[in-house]
């Protein structure tokens, strides 16, 4: 990273299904969003469903919104 800069996470806009989380996940890691989301699926089913969407509620919460200007 150039000149003390470092990688932000932040919600996708432009790359989202619900809230752009795995978007914002995907494009942070270099990795493809519809790996992140079918991994959280699989996460989410095996540890029951309640975890989960808890987890996903405070990661939209915790996560700021991608600014693009």
């Known amino acids: 990273m150039e000149n ?6 932040h919600r996708s806009k432009t790359d989202k299904v619900f809230a ?3 978007g914002g996940l995907g494009k942070f890691f270099g990795v ?9 699926t699989v996460l989410v ?4 469903i309640f ?3 808890i987890a996903y ?7 700021p919104l991608e600014n693009n200007l």
């Open 4 to 9: 003390g800069s470092y990688k932000k996470l």
């Open 20 to 22: 752009g989380i795995c």
């Open 32 to 40: 493809d969003p519809t790996v992140i989301r079918a991994l959280w």
């Open 45 to 48: 089913i095996l540890t029951g």
């Open 51 to 53: 975890p989960g969407v």
């Open 57 to 63: 509620l405070i990661l939209i919460l915790v996560i």
